[in-house]
C-alpha cells in the first residue's frame, strides 16, 4: 500500500464544480470567479477536452492561461488562446440557447436556485449592498444549465439565530432558479432550463424533479446529513441514496495545483474551512 | 454617435473634463480591474462634478473610487467589485446603502442591448432573459410585450444614449483613429452610442503610423482625444502595465476605515495633492512602480509576482 494523499477541501470543492462539465459543450464563467475557471480549464485538460472555453469578460477562447490572476479581465487570461470574441457575441449566443453551462453564486440562494447577488434589504431600505449580479440576471435564464456554487453553506451563529445562505427566500432574486417570484421557467418561458447542480462546502445538491427545490445527493466525508440541515433555512429533499463523494485521483489534485499555482481558488473559503483535509 | 471631422482633437485633460456637466450620463470604458480611464475620473473629482450618472458592465476600481469621491448621483453598472481579491467594494457599498446614490443595478446583456439599441438608431431593443429577475423592478423603464410574431414574452430595453462616453485606449492619434486592444468590454459599442466620446490615450502616434497598423475605431467617431500616459493606472493596461495589485491593496484597506479616513488618506494625496501627471507617478512609487508594472512582459514569473506583491 502507498501512502495516504491529502486532499484540501478547495481542491475536493473544485473538484465537484468540474465535474458538472460535460465534454463537447460550450462552457463561460462569469466575473468574481476563482472557482469555476480553474474547474473550467482542470475539466478541458481532463475529461472535456472538447469543451469551448470561453473566459469571462476578457472573452478568450480556450486560453492557456500561465497562472490564474485574482480578476477574471486580466490578459493572462488570453495567452495561447485561439481566437477572441467580445462579451456582446457570449450573449447572443446564450439567447440563441448555445451556452452549455455557466456558474452562478449569490450571498443567498434560495430553496429553487434563485440567488441574490443585488442586496441584503430591500430597493428602498439596503441593507448591504452586495457587487451585483454581472450577466447572472440574463444570462441564468438563457444559458441551458448552469451550476450554483458557494463556499458559505455554513450558518453562522448570530446570538440565538443563525445567518444562513441556503435560505427559504432571498431578500431580492437577482438570478433566476427554478420558481421565481414572477412564475415558474416554464410560465416565463425562459431560453434555458435552469441550474441542475449547487456545489456547497458541506455536499452536492440537484433538484428534485417534481418540486423543483434542492435535494441532497453527495457529501463530503466529513459532514453528516445532520450538518446539512442545521446550515440550510429550509427542509432540502434529501435522495434516497444521498452518499459520500467521489474523490479525484491523485494525478488529477496534482494536475489542479499545478494550473493554479497562485492558489486563487482558495480565496473564496473562510479560513476555518480551508483547514479541512481529506485522504485517498 | 455624431461625425466628428476635425483634423486635430488633441485637448488637456483639464478642458476635456469641463466637457462633462453635472448630472450627464457617463458610459465608463474597460471593466473590473482593466483599462479604465481613472485620470479621467480623478480629473473630474478635483474639478468638483456632481451627481454623474455612471453605467456599464462589470466594473470595480473605477466606480468604487468616483463614489468614494463624492461626484456619483445614480449607478447603473451591472457589478461593482473587487472580485475575489479584495471583496466589497467599500465606497459603493457606503455610497448605495446612505442614499448618497441611486441603485440602477442593471444586467450585462439587458445593457448592451441598450447600447446596441442607440448603436443601431433603433428605440430599443428585445430580449429574451431577466424574467423573473427582480432586478426588473429597479428598471421601470423595461417593457414587456407579447412578441407578435412567436407570442413569447418578451422584455424591451430602451436605448441608452449616454452624454458622454470615456474610454481609455492604447494607442490615438490626434485624428481621433484609435487602436483599443482586446478586451474591448464594450466600448467600441459605447463610442457608438454615446452623444459625446472623450478618449484618453497611453500614447498618441502619428496619423501615418496609425493607418499601418489599422485603426479599429475610426476618427469620425470620436470627439476628443487626451494625452494620458498611466492614465489607466491602478487598472491595467497592457501591454504596458499590469494591475497594481500593491496600490489597489492600499487603496482597499484606505476604503475599510470609512468615508472620512478615504478623503484625508487617499483623495488629498493622490487626487486633490497633485497637479501633474508626473506628481501622481512620484506619488505612487515613481520610475520603480513603473518599471515593477511592466515586468509581467519578462516571463510567467515575473507575472506572477505582480499578483502576489502587497
Known amino acids: 500500500m502507498s501512502e495516504k494523499f491529502k486532499v484540501t477541501l478547495d481542491e475536493l470543492f473544485t473538484y465537484n464544480v468540474a465535474k458538472t462539465i460535460k465534454d463537447s459543450t460550450l462552457v463561460f464563467h462569469g466575473v468574481s470567479s476563482p472557482i469555476p475557471m ?5 475539466a478541458k485538460l481532463t475529461h472535456a477536452k472538447d469543451m469551448v472555453y470561453v473566459g469571462g469578460v476578457t472573452s478568450a477562447i480556450d486560453p492557456n492561461p500561465p497562472f490564474f490572476p485574482t480578476t477574471t479581465n486580466d490578459w493572462t487570461m488570453m495567452q495561447g488562446r485561439t481566437a477572441m470574441i467580445t462579451i456582446d457575441k457570449l450573449f447572443d449566443m446564450a439567447q440563441k440557447g448555445e451556452l452549455h453551462r455557466s456558474f452562478f453564486s449569490g450571498a443567498q440562494v434560495d430553496k429553487f436556485g434563485n440567488q441574490n447577488v443585488t442586496m441584503i434589504g430591500r430597493p428602498d431600505k439596503i441593507k448591504i449592498k452586495l457587487p451585483g449580479g454581472a450577466g447572472g440576471c440574463n444570462l441564468s435564464g438563457d444559458c441551458i444549465n448552469y451550476t450554483i456554487w458557494t463556499t458559505r453553506h455554513r ?29 415558474t421557467r416554464e410560465q416565463l418561458r425562459l431560453v ?42 429550509f427542509k432540502p429533499v434529501i435522495h434516497p441514496e444521498v452518499r459520500i463523494m467521489d474523490m479525484p485521483t491523485k494525478e488529477q489534485v496534482e494536475l489542479m495545483r499545478k494550473i493554479d499555482p497562485l492558489n486563487v481558488r482558495k480565496n473564496e473559503f473562510p479560513p476555518k474551512e480551508l483547514e479541512r483535509q481529506f485522504f485517498i | 454617435m455624431g461625425i466628428y471631422t476635425s483634423r486635430n482633437k488633441l485637448i488637456t ?15 465608463i470604458g474597460g471593466g473590473l480591474c482593466l483599462r479604465e480611464p481613472i485620470a479621467m475620473l480623478r480629473e473630474l473629482a478635483r474639478q468638483g462634478k456632481k451627481n454623474l450618472h455612471m ?3 462589470a466594473h470595480g476600481f473605477d466606480i468604487d473610487f468616483a463614489c468614494g469621491a463624492g461626484i456619483v448621483g445614480a449607478v447603473e453598472e451591472t457589478h461593482v467589485s473587487f472580485e475575489q481579491d479584495f471583496g466589497l467594494a467599500n465606497n459603493y457599498r457606503r455610497a448605495c446603502e446612505s442614499g448618497q446614490v441611486k441603485v440602477r443595478e442593471n444586467c450585462c446583456n439587458s445593457i448592451i442591448q441598450q447600447f446596441r439599441a442607440a448603436a443601431y438608431g433603433l428605440p430599443f431593443m428585445p430580449i429574451m432573459s431577466a424574467k423573473g429577475s427582480e432586478e426588473t423592478l429597479l428598471h421601470p423603464e423595461f417593457k414587456h410585450i407579447i412578441c407578435p410574431f412567436t407570442g413569447n414574452d418578451l422584455i424591451l430595453v430602451p436605448a441608452l444614449i449616454p452624454d458622454v462616453a470615456i474610454v481609455h485606449a492604447q494607442k490615438a492619434d490626434i485624428h481621433g483613429n484609435l487602436r483599443i486592444e482586446q478586451p474591448y468590454v464594450a466600448d467600441i459599442l459605447m463610442i457608438r452610442a454615446a452623444k459625446n466620446i472623450i478618449v484618453t490615450a497611453e500614447e498618441i502616434i502619428p ?8 485603426p479599429n475605431v475610426p476618427y469620425y467617431e470620436v470627439a476628443h482625444v487626451v494625452h494620458a500616459p498611466w492614465g489607466a493606472h491602478p487598472t491595467s493596461c497592457y501591454p504596458y502595465y499590469a494591475y497594481d495589485r500593491e496600490h489597489i491593496s492600499h487603496y482597499y484597506k484606505i476604503t475599510q476605515e470609512g468615508a472620512e479616513a478615504f478623503k484625508t488618506k487617499y483623495m488629498d ?41 502587497e
Not at chain 1, 450558518?155 to 417570484?181: E, M, Q, S, W
Not at chain 1, 435552469?194 to 445538491?205: A, H, N, S
Not at chain 2, 485633460?13 to 458610459?27: P, T
Not at chain 2, 487626487?271 to 520603480?288: A, C, L, N, W
Request: glycine share 10%.
Open chain 2, 207 to 214: 496619423e501615418e503610423e496609425m493607418i499601418k497598423l489599422g
Open chain 2, 13 to 27: 485633460l483639464e478642458a476635456a473634463a469641463s466637457i462633462i456637466k453635472d448630472g450627464d450620463k457617463v458610459a
Open chain 1, 155 to 183: 450558518a453562522p451563529a448570530k446570538g440565538d439565530k443563525r445567518i444562513y445562505t441556503l435560505v427559504d427566500k432571498c431578500d431580492f432574486v437577482t438570478n433566476v432558479g427554478h420558481v421565481t417570484p414572477f412564475g
Open chain 2, 269 to 309: 494625496k493622490y487626487v486633490f495633492g497633485v497637479k501633474t501627471m508626473d506628481e501622481y507617478i512620484e506619488k505612487i512609487g515613481g520610475s520603480e512602480r513603473q518599471k515593477r508594472l511592466a515586468s509581467w512582459k519578462n516571463g510567467r514569473e515575473a507575472w506572477m509576482e505582480l499578483y502576489n506583491y
Open chain 1, 192 to 233: 434555458g432550463k435552469g441550474p441542475d447542480w449547487l456545489v456547497t462546502e458541506l455536499g452536492v445538491f440537484d433538484f428534485d424533479p417534481e418540486s423543483k427545490i434542492l435535494r441532497l445527493r453527495y457529501l463530503y466525508p466529513d459532514i453528516t446529513v445532520d450538518d446539512v440541515l442545521v446550515n440550510t433555512q
Open chain 1, 38 to 42: 480553474v474547474a473550467m480549464y482542470f
Open chain 2, 55 to 57: 453605467c456599464g458592465t
